[in-house]
Every structure is written in C-alpha cells, then in structure tokens.
C-alpha cells in the first residue's frame, strides 16, 4: 500500500513538472509573439515618419509633385516679369484668347528635353501643353537641356499663341545643326531676340522663318551661314518689311528655292556681298514679293545656277531690274522668270545665254505693261517648250525672234495669246518637225493681219484648236504645209473676218477646209515642206 502510493506520488510530480514545462513554453512564445509585434510597430513607425519627411522635403522644395493651378491672369494688368536670376534656354510671350484650349508651349519632339518651365515666375510641371485659367498675356521661361541634340526641327512649329521670344547668352547652339521648320506658322509673333544664337554649324534653315505673318523685321547681322546649304522658303510668307542679308557669307549655299516668296510686305532687301556662287536653285526666289519695287542683285554669283524659273513671278511693283549680273551660262529653266511683273516696261536681256535652257514656257506671261524685247541673242535650240511665252503682252508692238531655232520644240499653245497690238510676226524660220500642240497659237491677235506658216510640218501635230480665235484683222494665212492629222474642232470663232484668202495643200481630204471662212479666197497650191 505504500508502495503503491508512493507510486501514486511520483506519477503526480511527473504530471506536475511537464505541466510546468508546458507553462514555460507558453510564456516563452508569448513573450516572442509581444517583441515581434513590437518590432513591427517599430517598422510601421518608422516607415510613415519617413514618408512624412519626405512628403514634406517635396513641399519645401516645391510643387512639381502636385497639381499645380495659376493665379487668375488680370489682361488688363502688365504681365509679370520672370526672376531674371533663373537660369532659363528662353523666356517668350503667350497671348492667351481661350480659357477652354490647350495651348501648345514647344514642340511635344522636345518634352524630354525640358528641365523647368515657370509661368508667370511660378513653376510648374514640365509640359509641351497647357490650358490656361484666364485670357491675358503670358510670360514663359523654359530651361531645356540640348546637350545631346543637334536639331531645332519644328521646335516652335505652329506656336500660335506666341508673340516674343528671347533666347538667353547661356542657351549655346553650337552644336546645332538642323534649324528648319523652327518659327513656321508662328503667325502672331513680333518679336524674335537670336543675336546670341551661334550658328557656326548649322547646315539647314529651310522654312525658319516661314508664314510668321506679323513679324516683320529680324536682326541676323550675327548670323554664321557660312555652312548652311538649304535655305529654302526660309522667310517664305513673312510680314518682313526690310532684311539685310549683306552680312551672310553664304559660300555653301545651294538652295534658295522660294527665299523670300509671298513676302508680300518686303519692300527693301540687302544683298550686298551675299555669296551666291554653289546656288544651283533660285527658281520663284522674289515670286509673289507684291511691294519690292527694286532688287539690287549685283552681288550675285550665279555662275552654278540651273533653275530660274518664277524667279520674279507676280511682282507687281517692280518696274525695272538691272539683269546684267545675273549668269544664265547653266541655266536649264527660266519659264515664268517675269510672269505677272506687269509694272515693268523694258528688258535688257542682252547678257543672257540660253544655251541649255530647255523651257521658256510663259516667261513674259501678263507683262501687260512691257512694250519692247530684244531676244536676238536667245539659243533656243534646246527648247522644249515655249507655251504662253508672250501671253497676254498687249502693250508690245513688233516681237523679233527670227533667229529662234525651234528644232527640238514640243509645246507653243497660246504663245502669242492676247497680244493684241501686234500687227506682224515672222516666224517662217520656225522648225516644227517634232511640234505636237499650238492650240490658241495667235488667239486674240486683233490687230494681226497676214501670217506665213508655209514652214510648218504638222505631222506631228495632235492639238491646234483655235489657232486664229478673235484674230479680226487677219486677211492673209499660209497652211500650205498642213495636213489633217491634227485635232481641230476650231480654227476660227464665229466673228470671222469678212474677206480674206488663204494658201492651203491642194491634197488634203477637206477636213481642214471646213473650219476656215467659207467666204474666203482659197488657193490650193503643193506645199513646199511636205
């Protein structure tokens, strides 16, 4: 019996000391548990105190990392001046017309390249667009980083609301290569600061300056051109009233393809000194230059020249030009060279060698005011075309080009339209062998009474309609030589002349016969060219 309590005894100490054990255990995961949440407290703690520090380093520093709203533009008010001691590429005026509108700063090409922009001397975050709060004008600073660029393409293309631009001494373009497209369709800026640009690399200006309508004056005396090639169309459009080009050594230049077209406002143009001489296109250089009653060309060099052609297309004003400088050795175009200068009276074209021209095509098209021309210095043996080359030159009275050699000519539709006060033309030297149109060829000749066209082959011929259209006075015609391949609905219109005699080839079926005057003498004789 006391063994077995005893027995009893030790099972309870047993049961006892596990228990406590047990407790042990418990009170040790417990305590575990209590320094773990502690210690994820602690992190929590710490992690929020960390964004606070840095959610508030962010305001002090500024408000790039919110959304940013601009105090209430007054427009009566004069616009506030940026900081001049931020460091920015350029500083320019946006008038704003439209709350409701996002308005381009820069071109979206060069967002990546924006560092800070401040309206107003406010910052804000780096956009290529924004949407104004109130009408009114306003100030821009924009600091771009171009270290790695080489282009200014289109970088301020169709900045419409943009009306002064300033570029600052530390904005260094020497790297610059490509500035085309850079202000075009700017059409409300009038003011344009580039004296610290520095060009010395800059290959290509086409359309830099193109249709700013309201800019109309620009100071490029710091200009380095001596390594641009194209300057195609780069004041195209402009409401220029002066440029002075004279200081621009232009030595690689070699397109000038539409300079100055549609300056419709330019009245006065420097270029003196210009260097011209790796030109190989000039064609519609002035066309369209409305107001420019005079161009000093005596310095240029057009020995490499190829293309003249619409070089003084529509300008109206200009009422002489002194052409002797000009070098036409290379020439290859020169059709419309003088179309709608219908202020200008006389020409001198005696310096002009045509050797390789290939198209006198409208050439002296509507000089209505131009009464004399001398061409007997003209090679034209390489002309194609000569259509509307004297269209519409009522005021001349005698045109002399029996000298024209016509061996390779295509084209002479309408080439003496319209020349009402002519009376003559010999043109019995001309060559027409490989002529396929001369529709309209002495339509409105009213004062034209005989003409010899004995020397024309007309095999070739596929459009002559027209021909002698509201030629009133004319008596006397010589189409021996022509047969009836040609398509002709029409020689005449219905106010024929009363009387007349005409020599025609004696072979033809009568299909051509049928068009001239019924009442006219008809003498059907061998033509002498067929």
């Not at 004008?137 to 943009?162: E, V």
């Not at 005396?221 to 402009?238: C, I, P, R």
């Not at 400088?325 to 419309?336: I, Q, R």
């Not at 390489?382 to 002399?400: A, D």
């Amino acid at each position: 019996m006391k063994e077995k309590l005893k027995e009893n005894e030790e099972v309870d100490k047993d049961e006892e000391y596990e228990n406590l054990n047990i407790a042990k255990e418990k009170k040790k995961i417990s305590n575990n548990i209590k320094i773990f949440k502690i210690i994820i407290l602690s992190v929590i703690e710490i992690v929020i105190a960390t964004l606070i520090i840095i959610l508030c380093f962010n305001l002090w520093k500024g408000k790039d990392n919110r959304k940013y709203h601009l105090k209430e533009n007054n427009p009566n008010s004069e616009t506030k001046i940026a900081d001049e001691k931020i460091n920015y590429s350029f500083k320019a005026v946006y008038n704003i017309i439209s709350t409701n509108e996002s308005i381009k700063l820069i071109d979206p090409l060069y967002l990546g390249n924006i560092k800070e922009i401040s309206i107003n001397n406010e910052k804000i975050k780096p956009l290529a667009n924004y949407t104004f709060p109130s009408i009114g004008n306003y100030t821009i600073t924009m600091l771009l980083d171009i270290s790695n660029i080489t282009s200014f393409y289109r970088m301020f293309y169709l900045i419409k609301n943009m009306i002064s631009i300033s570029f600052s001494p530390q904005f260094n373009t020497e790297n610059i290569t490509d500035m085309s497209y850079m202000f075009l369709y700017d059409s409300q800026l009038t003011s344009i600061d580039i004296t610290n640009f520095n060009t010395s690399n800059v290959i290509d200006m086409s359309f830099m300056f193109s249709y700013c309508d309201s800019l109309t004056s620009i100071n490029l005396s710091n200009f380095n051109a001596q390594k641009v090639a194209n300057m195609s169309y780069m004041f195209s459009g402009s409401g220029f009233i002066s440029l002075d080009l004279s200081k621009f050594d232009s030595k690689s230049l070699t397109n000038m393809y539409s300079m100055f077209t549609y300056c419709k406002s330019l009245e006065d143009i420097n270029l003196n000194n210009f260097n011209s001489e790796n030109v190989v296109d000039m064609s519609y250089l002035f066309s369209y230059c409305d107001s420019l009653t005079s161009i000093n060309l005596s310095g240029f060099n057009t020995k490499s020249v190829k293309r003249i052609g619409f070089m003084f297309k529509h300008c109206i004003s200009l009422s002489s030009i002194d052409l002797s400088y000009l070098n036409t050795t290379n020439v290859e175009e020169m059709n419309s060279l003088f179309e709608d200068c219908i202020s200008i009276k006389s020409l001198d074209l005696s310096n002009f060698n045509t050797e390789n021209v290939v198209t006198l095509g409208s050439m002296f098209y509507n000089c209505t005011s131009l009464t004399s021309i001398d061409l007997n210095n003209f090679k034209t043996h390489n002309v194609t075309r000569m259509s509307y080359m004297f269209y519409n030159c009522h005021s001349l009275t005698f045109i002399n080009i029996t000298n024209f050699n016509t061996q390779n000519l295509v084209n002479i539709n309408s080439m003496f339209e319209k020349c009402s006060n002519i009376s003559y033309l010999n043109i019995t030297n001309f060559n027409t062998s490989n002529l396929k149109e001369m529709q309209y060829l002495f339509a409105g000749c009213e004062l034209l009474r005989s003409i010899d066209l004995s020397s024309f082959t007309t095999k070739k011929i596929k459009y002559m309609d027209g021909m002698f259209y509201k030629c009133y006075h004319l008596q006397k015609i010589d189409i021996s030589s022509f047969d009836d391949n040609a398509k002709c609905d029409f020689i005449f219109d219905k106010d024929i002349p009363p009387s007349g005699t005409v020599r025609l080839n004696k072979n033809i079926t009568g299909k051509l016969s049928n068009k001239l005057p019924k009442v006219w003498t008809f003498h059907l004789v061998t033509p002498k060219y067929l």
